[in-house]
């Protein structure tokens, strides 16, 4: 008896449903991974968080600022803050030089910006408080020459630094995110320009993992949460723009970082008068 094999049709045939079913599974596939990257985000931003609080009970609450690890002088542990410390690379440098996350933590697995890495080669040793030394200086924050963390905060000088930057257990108060449109704009030139939309949302809208004071995250795809509101300065009650600055200090500094809204961000200047800052970081 002769063995029959397929034909050219039959061969065809299946040819063409296999080729059906990979058009059915690899989308699946791909939105399965992306559901899993996005939750591995999100286990990452608690991580800080917790972190940040566990540092926060050994300093009255307060979460880590690097002007109160760093003061002024050189004996640890004395002196007055230096608040021009207060920015994002001491800030998350410095838990790191005490082991509270590694650096790999800080830089989200979906990250789309190729000069955002982690510090792989983080100085360890370089942390020596007697020789006035608290982290290693080498950790970078500008996004268009070398970064080492993905995560915006929220900023440490200002209202925000005094009143909001600690373990106060707030579960409307937005400490870590991913990135946002540059100033949270809206204007479809501005918007789909930006490379964060790619890290969780795809080209045409940004979606985004955002932890609270309180330690929950929640997934958002809107800068202006539902719920999520502030007084503007006539007192009336405003949805705030999470990666805008929609306020300034009411009173004394004034300027850029002294406000009280809620503001999402990565910077690399903080003015020693405690109050603003500078070099803000988005893309």
């Known amino acids: 008896m002769k063995n029959r094999g397929f034909t050219l049709i039959e061969l065809l045939v299946v040819i063409a449903i296999i080729t059906l079913l990979m058009g059915i599974l690899l989308p699946a596939l791909a939105k399965a991974r992306a559901a899993a990257v996005q939750v591995k985000d999100a286990t990452q931003l608690t991580q800080v968080y917790k972190a940040m609080a566990t540092f926060a009970r050994q300093f ?6 690097p002007g109160l690890i760093n003061t002024i002088g050189t004996e640890p542990g004395v002196g007055a803050e230096q608040m021009a410390l207060n920015h994002s690379g001491p800030m998350y440098s410095a838990c790191i030089a005490q082991n509270f ?49 993905s995560y915006a905060h929220s900023p440490l000088t200002g209202q925000r630094g005094q009143q909001n930057w600690r373990d106060n257990l707030d579960s409307e108060w937005t400490m870590f995110s991913n990135r946002g449109v540059e100033n949270g704009v809206l204007t479809s030139t ?28 929640n997934v958002e795809d809107s800068f202006r949460i539902e719920g999520i509101n502030f007084l503007n300065s006539a007192s009336a009650i405003t949805p705030d723009n999470i990666f805008d600055e929609q306020t300034i ?29 500078n070099g803000l970081q988005w893309d």
């Open 60 to 65: 009255n609450g307060v979460f880590p600022k």
């Open 101 to 149: 996350f590694t650096p790999a933590i800080v830089v989200s697995p979906s990250e789309p910006n190729g000069r955002i890495l982690a510090k792989n080669d983080y100085n360890q040793e370089a942390y020596r408080p007697i020789n006035d030394v608290y982290w290693d200086t080498t950790f970078q924050t500008v996004l268009n020459t070398l970064c080492h963390t």
């Open 190 to 217: 501005v918007y789909e320009a930006s490379l964060t939309l790619q890290i969780h949302g795809g080209r045409k809208q940004w979606v985004g993992n955002i932890c609270y004071a309180d330690g929950h995250v």
């Open 249 to 277: 200090a009411q009173s004394g500094g004034g300027g850029r970082g002294s406000g009280y809204d809620r503001w999402l961000v990565i910077y690399t200047i903080a003015n020693p008068n405690g109050q603003n800052l």
